[in-house]
Nanobody
């Protein structure tokens, strides 16, 4: 089983960009679908983006389509989330997750989670 560590969060002004990274330990990273979720205070954890283990299919939540891009580097056991045109409503803790089910957008599709990284977008 992999272990996940997110990095790259921080404070950015509206309209700015950030790139989150999720580094995975273990030799089975390339067999996992990888997802990003986020959770704002008082809200449910929300699906942001996902990429299949093969890297050939990507998926996005409606609120981030056209602004965020997910990618993975299986050689370096890392998945990325490039976030552009950030808005104050993107403020949340962002979590990286790994799973092996056919599903891709539900929390229950993932069984390994990172500790999260805070993203704050100021207006």
């Amino acid at each position: 089983q992999v272990q996940l560590v997110e990095s790259g969060g921080g404070l950015v002004q509206a309209g700015g960009s950030l790139r989150l990274s999720c580094a995975a330990s273990g030799r089975t990273f390339s067999s996992y679908n990888m997802g990003w979720f986020r959770q704002a205070p008082g809200k449910e954890r929300e699906f942001v983006a996902a990429i299949r283990w093969s890297g050939d299919r990507v998926y996005y939540g409606d609120s981030v389509k056209g602004r965020f891009t997910i990618s993975r580097d299986n050689a370096n056991n890392t998945v990325y989330l490039q976030m552009n045109s950030l808005k104050p409503e993107d403020t949340a803790v962002y979590y990286c997750a790994a799973g092996r089910t056919t599903g891709i957008a539900k929390r229950s599709d993932y069984d390994v989670w990172g500790q999260g990284t805070q993203v704050t977008v100021s207006s």
